[in-house]
């Protein structure tokens, strides 16, 4: 008995995780308001795994992964409190059509998605890492969806949409001649 309470609950745990493709827009609009500075918005591919850190949330949508980039960066571009760097990862450039049937075209599409965009691109080890320890501390929204192709992931960190590097360097200056 006390297996199959423990086996519907992780079952519901899961489920809750599944959302529709009009309910991630949703969650986004609801956590937007929330994440500011340092946090993480991933929008994956199916084989990404579940990760473990406590800040990180992972759903899962039956969506579109090229449509969840665009609906991301529109929500983004609507805020004021955040901006985001976007990283993707170095080996989708070299991932061979006879591997990954359809990667070329989605290159493509992805290029235009991104290209007005400030894209870094990193080995994908490197990206994970940096996530990986945001996610320590930090909230990481990840919108898992149905693409079933290698190092497509899209990561947005994000930065305050309202200082940048140059204001916060003025700042500790003028604070270091006091």
């Given at each position: 008995?006390?297996?199959?309470?423990?086996?519907?609950?992780?079952?519901?745990?899961?489920?809750?995780?599944?959302?529709?493709?009009?309910?991630?827009?949703?969650?986004?609009?609801?956590?937007?308001?929330?994440?500011?500075?340092?946090?993480?918005?991933?929008?994956?591919?199916s084989?990404?795994?579940?990760?473990?850190?406590?800040?990180?949330?992972?759903?899962?949508?039956?969506?579109?992964?090229?449509?969840?980039?665009?609906?991301?960066?529109?929500?983004?571009?609507?805020?004021?409190?955040v901006?985001?760097?976007?990283?993707?990862?170095?080996?989708?450039?070299?991932?061979a059509?006879?591997?990954?049937?359809?990667?070329?075209?989605?290159?493509?599409?992805?290029?235009?998605?991104?290209?007005?965009?400030?894209?870094?691109?990193?080995?994908?080890?490197?990206?994970?890492?940096?996530?990986?320890?945001?996610?320590?501390?930090?909230?990481?929204?990840?919108?898992?969806?149905?693409?079933?192709?290698?190092?497509?992931?899209?990561?947005?960190?994000?930065?305050?949409?309202?200082?940048?590097?140059?204001?916060?360097?003025?700042?500790?200056?003028?604070?270091?001649?006091?």
């Amino acid at each position: 008995m006390k297996t199959k309470i423990i086996t519907s609950y992780l079952l519901l745990s899961l489920m809750s995780g599944i959302l529709s493709a009009a309910d991630w827009k949703e969650k986004l609009q609801k956590e937007l308001p929330l994440l500011g500075h340092r946090n993480w918005i991933v929008v994956a591919d199916s084989a990404y795994p579940l990760q473990t850190a406590p800040g990180i949330e992972t759903i899962y949508v039956n969506a579109d992964q090229l449509e969840v980039v665009q609906g991301v960066i529109a929500a983004l571009a609507k805020t004021k409190h955040v901006k985001p760097t976007i990283y993707t990862d170095a080996e989708l450039k070299y991932v061979a059509e006879n591997n990954a049937p359809g990667i070329g075209a989605y290159r493509d599409a992805l290029d235009k998605i991104l290209a007005n965009q400030p894209v870094q691109v990193l080995p994908h080890e490197q990206i994970i890492s940096k996530l990986d320890e945001a996610g320590k501390t930090f909230k990481v929204l990840l919108i898992k969806t149905t693409l079933t192709k290698p190092y497509t992931s899209v990561f947005f960190q994000l930065q305050c949409g309202y200082w940048n590097a140059d204001s916060e360097a003025e700042l500790r200056k003028a604070m270091g001649s006091n």
